[in-house]
Structures are given as structure tokens and as C-alpha cells.
């Protein structure tokens, strides 16, 4: 076991790793920036480091820097988190090099699966369906007009690297797409570092449900049943819930083989997640995969009772997975709602600022993963999620209810959050019916706005 792990991240989710070092009895150190340096992590962390100023490239970023860190501190691991460097397999190998365990996937299986390209020729390989499309990086906006006349319209347009809605874009008609092509690869070579893009057939009315892996070093895997994330702006997740109201029990079997075919494919190791599309005819096609900590992960443990982080790093330290699939039971239903510092009817525009007060909700079956506390002010040089709130029932009708009545007991003051419009979500006639699809919170935002113009 990993004795020391410097958590190379901020925010909720640098929290949640030191809480599974310590119930682990393992010390955790935080790395940190100017601007976290009054951060619940540092305060929570057995040690701290600065690691740079606070722009993320200066920071979070630096690989030398982080790396840095972990040795000075006398770490043995490292645990990226979920984004940053946590997909970026140059930092998963030059831990390896510098004698620190990466907790996470091999930096092969990181490029591999990173790569969109290479990942859908891995998953094509596997036996996984796939959305028509290319298969390799387009080089031109002729190449792209071609192929799209011969996918047919609509098409998408995707980075091969990054995630998280940058570098996509939606081409409806012939005359969009010579600007959709150059929109699309400027945002991917300012985000990623990189402009390729492939294209697929754009499917518009589909679900987006995710299938939870865990692997070992060993050969061995289990899948713990999947996330429904439909609910989506700007190709951004904002519900998530789990188990999806759209699979069958048959499903859920054939969806969960599939993505272990395609751990085995690429010799997969840690906790990783397999994206799919699934039409309402119950066919379903690889999107791609997630090779790290999801931010809605909570809601798998709430459904099978385990906790992923430590087994991330009982993965990483070598350890067998003891857990077979029949071991695996899916209880209950889970819903996630992300809390934002943004203000929803003003376009999500961001909006920082000090947390005057702050009480999360509580009582039964409710969890928050949150870095706030009363004081607090908020960075304007990352990510806007101020707290994710994940809640359980026996049902999912007591789970909607059970959001609804945390949610109007949480407190943020000071600061605009997305709490209203999270709770006007879980009053949605489309939601609470379980009919939702991708391109659904548009249709609802618009709805609402009508409503409000004619009131």
C-alpha cells in the first residue's frame, strides 16, 4: 500500500482523495496555488506545497512542478483527480520515471484512449458499435465538406484530443461547415494543444449513459452498472443519475459486456469509464472513454456501496481486485446536481465572489462533496463547481424528492449559484418522466424563457 500521495488537484475533488487517504491511514499531501492557498484542502491536508501562481499553466499544469513536489515531500503516489493532468499520459510517464505511482492508468492506455482516433480503431477492434464516422484525423475542410456529404447531415465535429464540449461542434447544412471546421479547431488547439478533429453522424435525440469499470493489474474486471447523464449544456453534464430510466436489466448486461471487451482490448487497468450513445431503439455505440475519476462518481457508490477512490489506489499500490461481477448489486437509484458558481439566467454567466455563509443539507441519504466553508472566496481561474449534491432512495421517484428537499436546504450566500435552477430541474415534467435526451435542456431553457416572455 501507498504510504504518502501528493493529490495533484483542487477544489471538491482534492478533498474527497485526502478523506480516502486518511480512512486508508495513508498521508496526503496537498499541492496547491497562490490562489487555493486558504483552500479547505490545504487545511484538511497532513502537508501542503505551493507549486506556482495562480494560472492553471503555472500551476496545476506543471508537471515538472507537481513532480517536484511529490519528491520533496517524500511521496510515493500521485493522484491527478479528475481533469488537469489527469488524462495527460506524458505526466502518467514521467511519474513513472521519477519512482512515483501514478494512480491511475498505464500512460499508454491514457494515449491510446485519449486519442478519439486510435480509441474508436481500439473499441472497432473490441467489437464495440460505432457511431458512423471517421476514423482517422481529418487534415482539410474540403476532406471534412466530402465526407460529410457521404455520412450525411447532420455531422459533428470533435477534437481527437480533450473532452468536456471543447472543440465540438454541430454542422446542420453544407454552408455551416467551412466555419464550424476552423471555430472547432481553433477552441481544440487553445484547449488542448492540439487542432485535430474527426467527424461523426450527429445523432440528436439520444442518451448519454456511461458504464463504470474497475480493473486490475492482474487481468481482472468488473463493471458496477451505469450513469445516465443526458441532461447536458453545451455538451456539459448537469444531472446525473443512475440506474438510467432507458435500460432493461437485459441492456444493462449487453452495454456492461461491451465495455469490458474494450478494457481487455487495450489492457486497461484502474478505475475508467466507457461513454455511449443509446438511441431510443435500445442500440447503443461507443463515444469514448474516460480513463480517470469521473466528477460524478458518487453516484455509482451510492448504488453498489463501494468507494472508487480507494480502490484506485489499492489498484495502483498492486492489489488484486477481490470483487467478482455477481458481487456486484445495484441498489436504489442516485441522482448527482452539480452546484455552480454561475448565474442561470444570465446565460451561466460565471460570477465569483466570498461565501458569506454556507450550510450544506444533510438528514437521510444525502452526501455533498464540496471545498466550501463559510469565509470562502472563490478563484476566478478554474473550474466554477462549487459542490456536487448526491442524494439516494428506494426509488427514483424518492430520490427526485430527496434532491429537491436537499436542495432547498442548501445555503450558499454571497455568491450566485445554479442551486434555483437545479431545483426548477428536478420540478421538470421531462425529467421527472425519466424522457430526456441530450439535446433536452435546451428545449427546457427555451420553454422557460417563452413561459417568462408571455407571463
Known amino acids: 500500500m501507498l504510504r504518502k500521495i501528493l493529490i495533484a488537484n483542487r477544489g471538491e475533488i482534492a478533498v474527497r482523495i485526502i478523506r480516502a487517504c486518511h480512512e486508508l491511514g495513508i498521508k496526503a499531501v496537498a499541492a496547491y496555488s497562490e490562489a487555493d492557498r486558504d483552500s479547505l484542502a490545504v487545511r484538511m491536508a497532513d502537508e501542503a506545497i505551493c507549486i506556482g501562481p495562480p494560472p492553471p499553466a503555472k500551476s496545476y499544469l506543471n508537471a515538472p512542478a507537481l513532480i517536484s513536489a511529490a519528491l520533496i515531500s517524500d511521496c510515493d503516489g500521485i493522484h491527478p483527480g479528475y481533469g488537469f493532468l489527469s488524462e495527460n499520459p506524458y505526466f502518467a510517464e514521467s511519474c513513472r520515471e521519477c519512482g512515483l505511482t501514478f494512480i491511475g492508468p498505464s500512460a499508454d492506455s491514457i494515449q491510446r484512449m485519449g486519442d478519439k482516433a486510435l480509441a ?85 435525440v439520444v442518451r448519454h449513459v456511461e458504464i ?150 444533510g438528514g437521510p441519504g444525502v452526501r455533498v462533496d464540496s471545498h466550501l466553508y463559510s469565509g470562502y472566496r472563490t478563484p476566478t481561474n478554474y473550474d466554477s463547481m462549487l459542490a456536487k449534491v448526491i442524494v439516494w432512495g428506494e426509488t427514483r421517484l424518492e430520490a427526485i424528492e430527496r434532491m429537491r428537499r436537499a436542495l432547498s436546504e442548501c445555503v450558499i450566500n454571497g455568491i450566485t449559484t445554479t442551486l434555483p435552477f437545479q431545483l426548477r430541474m428536478m420540478n421538470e415534467p421531462a425529467f421527472v418522466s425519466g424522457d430526456v435526451a441530450t439535446h433536452t435542456l435546451a428545449d427546457i431553457l427555451n420553454q422557460q424563457a417563452a413561459k417568462e416572455a408571455t407571463a
Open 212 to 361: 463504470q469499470i474497475l480493473a486490475d493489474q492482474h487481468g481482472h474486471a468488473i463493471h458496477l452498472g451505469e450513469r445516465d447523464c443526458s441532461l447536458q449544456r453545451r455538451h456539459q453534464k448537469v444531472v446525473e443519475e443512475g440506474p438510467s430510466p432507458a435500460l432493461t436489466p437485459e441492456l444493462r448486461q449487453k452495454m456492461g459486456e461491451a465495455a469490458l471487451h474494450g478494457v481487455r482490448e487495450i489492457g486497461y487497468y484502474n478505475a475508467g469509464t466507457m461513454e455511449f450513445l443509446l438511441d431510443h431503439q435500445g442500440n447503443f455505440y461507443f463515444m469514448e472513454m474516460n480513463t480517470r475519476l469521473q466528477v460524478e462518481h458518487p453516484v455509482t457508490e451510492w448504488l453498489t456501496g463501494l468507494d472508487l477512490v480507494k480502490w484506485q489506489i489499492r489498484i495502483a499500490s498492486g492489489e488484486r481486485l477481490t470483487l467478482t461481477q455477481d458481487d456486484i448489486k445495484i441498489r436504489g437509484h442516485a441522482i448527482e446536481c452539480r452546484i455552480n458558481a454561475e448565474d442561470a439566467d444570465r446565460d451561466f454567466m460565471p460570477a465569483g465572489g466570498t461565501v458569506d455563509l454556507y450550510l450544506p443539507p
Open 120 to 204: 474508436k480503431q481500439a473499441m472497432k477492434l473490441a467489437g464495440l458499435p460505432l457511431v458512423p464516422g471517421t476514423e482517422n484525423p481529418l487534415t482539410s475542410v474540403e476532406e471534412a465538406q466530402s465526407l460529410a456529404d457521404g455520412i450525411g447531415y447532420p455531422v459533428l465535429l470533435k477534437a481527437v484530443a480533450g473532452g468536456g464540449g471543447r472543440g465540438m461542434r454541430v454542422v446542420n447544412q453544407p454552408d455551416e461547415l467551412a466555419r464550424a471546421f476552423n471555430t472547432a479547431r481553433a477552441e481544440a488547439e487553445a484547449a488542448f494543444g492540439r487542432g485535430d478533429l474527426y467527424m461523426e453522424k450527429y445523432l440528436p
